[in-house]
Structure formats: structure tokens, C-alpha cells
């Protein structure tokens, strides 16, 4: 593999970066001086986060990346390897619901297939094609976008819609299957430098639900910015939000 030196800047990869949470994840990490690439799929939208995070001063640059396709992925890890050598940093951030409304007795198969492919292979596939450029940092750090409707603890809990969503039985048993997939990551890479979390942005006004959400996509981004910058004695394989830990 070729050694690249020139690149001293801490580096990111966050994926679904064109809007919402992702974006403003770039543009907080961009904010510490990091060197940023925008994982999105679409051409047009990526270049235009990209020139928006760049007027803002970012050092951003586009990553073409389909979290659901094998040769996309493929690319994106080539391409990072050329464009910036390193990577320091993974953020597991693109993520669909499927569409509502998601009744369990109601759910298509191609429903499910479709928020698993994406929410859950998708971040295996890209984590796994990413590693070897990760193992490569001093800190690497991996955090994954969860939501606190994964949590069977509060789910079962009968709480109320804002805190455990609308029923859904694609979406939210894909963040429980994704939380079950990050603490399998943190035990294999245990005795490792790099720390893999989850993060929960709360319930944020994004596209994801029809702009719903009460919190900022800046607000959201928070969790996932501190869970990139832990130091080396940070937690790894945990489940967080703003007030803190996440019930399982
Ligand atoms: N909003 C909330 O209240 C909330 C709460 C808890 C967790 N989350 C999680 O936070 C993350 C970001 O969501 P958001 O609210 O910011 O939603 P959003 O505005 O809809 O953004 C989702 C991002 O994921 C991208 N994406 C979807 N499928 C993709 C694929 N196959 N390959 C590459 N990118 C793909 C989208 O790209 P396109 O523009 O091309 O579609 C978009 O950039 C998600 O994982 C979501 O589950 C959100």
C-alpha cells in the first residue's frame, strides 16, 4: 500500500453527509480544522454540500458512496486512500426508515430488506472496507448513528410516540440490530486503539421524518462529534445520547 505523509490533518469519512445530521456532523468536524469527506450518493447534491462546507471554510472533499453497493464502497476506500492517505475517523451516519407507516402485520418483506441492507450491511460493509486505512491512525474512532427507538428497554417500556417513535417494524429493530452489531465490533476489536460507539441524535427536524423533529440537525450532530473526538481512554462498544448511556 502506498504511504502517503503529506496529509497531517486528522481525517473523516462521514457517510450520508449531503444534508441533516450528517451534513452538520461534517461541518462540526470540519469546524476543528479536520479534513472532512462527504459520503453521498448523488452526484449533485454531494458536490453541493461540498462547495457549501468549503464557503464555510471546511476542508471538505466529495466521496462518491452508495453505502448499499459492494463496488461503490470499494471506490470510496480507494478514493480516500488517494485524496487524503489517512483516515482517522468513520461516522456510520447515512440511514433510510423505509417509509411509513410500518405495522408489523402490515410490513413487506422488500420493506424490511431495504432498511437492513442500508442501516445495517451497509454499515458493516463500509466499517469492514474502511478498517484497514482506520488501523492506520493513531485514534481511530468509529461512530455509528443509532437511535434511542433501538432500544428494546425503552420500546417495552410503553413510553410515549416522541420517545420511542411511531410504530415501526423495520426502522427501529434495525438500530437494535445495528447497537447488537457495534457491541460484536467492540469485542473483536478489543485490546485495539480503535473505540467504536453509537450515538442517538434525538428527535431532529431532517427529511428522514418529514421535518418533524424538534432538535436542530446541529443539535444531532453533537453526540456523534463527541463520540469522534474521545480520547484514547473513551468508552468503546456503548450506546449514547446527550444526557448520557442508553438503555439496551
Ligand atoms: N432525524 C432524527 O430524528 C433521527 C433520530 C435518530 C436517529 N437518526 C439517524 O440519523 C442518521 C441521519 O438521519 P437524518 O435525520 O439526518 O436523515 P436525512 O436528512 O434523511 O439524511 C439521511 C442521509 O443518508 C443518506 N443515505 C440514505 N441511503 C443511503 C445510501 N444507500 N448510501 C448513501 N447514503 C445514503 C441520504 O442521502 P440521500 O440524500 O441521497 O437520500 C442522506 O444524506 C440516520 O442514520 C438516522 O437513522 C435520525
Same mark, same amino acid.
Given at each position: 500500500?502506498?504511504?502517503?505523509?503529506?496529509?497531517?490533518?486528522?481525517?473523516?469519512?462521514?457517510?450520508?453527509?449531503?444534508?441533516?445530521?450528517?451534513?452538520?456532523?461534517?461541518?462540526?468536524?470540519?469546524?476543528?480544522?479536520?479534513?472532512?469527506?462527504?459520503?453521498?450518493?448523488?452526484?449533485?447534491?454531494?458536490?453541493?454540500?461540498?462547495?457549501?462546507?468549503?464557503? #464555510?471554510?471546511?476542508?471538505?472533499?466529495?466521496?462518491?458512496?452508495?453505502?448499499?453497493?459492494?463496488?461503490?464502497?470499494?471506490?470510496?476506500?480507494?478514493?480516500?486512500?488517494?485524496?487524503?492517505?489517512?483516515?482517522?475517523?468513520?461516522?456510520?451516519?447515512?440511514?433510510?426508515?423505509?417509509?411509513?407507516?410500518?405495522?408489523?402485520?402490515?410490513?413487506? &418483506?422488500?420493506?424490511?430488506?431495504?432498511?437492513?441492507?442500508?442501516?445495517?450491511?451497509?454499515?458493516? *460493509?463500509?466499517?469492514?472496507?474502511?478498517?484497514?486505512?482506520? *488501523?492506520?491512525?493513531?485514534?481511530?474512532?468509529?461512530?455509528?448513528?443509532?437511535?434511542?427507538?433501538?432500544?428494546?428497554?425503552?420500546?417495552?417500556?410503553?413510553?410515549?410516540?416522541?420517545?420511542?417513535?411511531?410504530?415501526?417494524? #423495520?426502522?427501529?429493530?434495525?438500530?437494535?440490530?445495528?447497537?447488537?452489531?457495534?457491541?460484536?465490533?467492540?469485542?473483536?476489536?478489543?485490546?485495539?486503539?480503535?473505540?467504536?460507539?453509537?450515538?442517538?441524535?434525538? $428527535?431532529?427536524?431532517?427529511?428522514?421524518?418529514?421535518?418533524?423533529?424538534?432538535?436542530?440537525?446541529?443539535?444531532?450532530?453533537?453526540?456523534?462529534?463527541?463520540?469522534?473526538?474521545? !480520547?484514547?481512554?473513551? &468508552?468503546?462498544?456503548?450506546? $449514547?445520547?446527550?444526557?448520557?448511556?442508553? !438503555?439496551?
Amino acid at each position: 500500500m502506498t504511504e502517503h505523509t503529506s496529509n497531517e490533518k486528522t481525517t473523516a469519512l462521514i457517510t450520508g453527509a449531503n444534508k441533516g445530521i450528517g451534513y452538520e456532523i461534517a461541518a462540526g468536524l470540519g469546524a476543528l480544522g479536520w479534513r472532512v469527506g462527504v459520503g453521498a450518493r448523488d452526484d449533485g447534491r454531494r458536490e453541493a454540500a461540498v462547495e457549501k462546507l468549503q464557503a #464555510a471554510g471546511v476542508d471538505a472533499f466529495g466521496v462518491p458512496l452508495d453505502v448499499t453497493d459492494d463496488d461503490s464502497v470499494a471506490a470510496a476506500a480507494r478514493l480516500i486512500e488517494e485524496q487524503a492517505g489517512r483516515l482517522d475517523v468513520l461516522v456510520n451516519n447515512a440511514g433510510v426508515t423505509g417509509g411509513m407507516p410500518q405495522e408489523p402485520t402490515l410490513v413487506s &418483506p422488500d420493506q424490511l430488506r431495504t432498511v437492513v441492507e442500508t442501516n445495517v450491511i451497509g454499515v458493516i *460493509r463500509v466499517t469492514n472496507a474502511l478498517l484497514p486505512l482506520l *488501523r492506520r491512525s493513531a485514534s481511530p474512532r468509529i461512530v455509528n448513528m443509532s437511535s434511542s427507538v433501538g432500544s428494546l428497554a425503552r420500546q417495552s417500556a410503553a413510553a410515549d410516540e416522541l420517545t420511542v417513535g411511531p410504530i415501526s417494524v #423495520a426502522y427501529s429493530p434495525s438500530k437494535t440490530f445495528l447497537n447488537a452489531v457495534t457491541v460484536q465490533y467492540a469485542r473483536e476489536l478489543h485490546g485495539t486503539n480503535v473505540l467504536i460507539n453509537l450515538a442517538c441524535p434525538g $428527535f431532529v427536524a431532517t427529511d428522514l421524518n418529514g421535518f418533524r423533529g424538534v432538535r436542530s440537525p446541529e443539535q444531532g450532530a453533537a453526540i456523534a462529534i463527541r463520540l469522534a473526538t474521545l !480520547p484514547d481512554d473513551g &468508552p468503546t462498544g456503548g450506546y $449514547f445520547e446527550d444526557a448520557g448511556v442508553i !438503555p439496551w
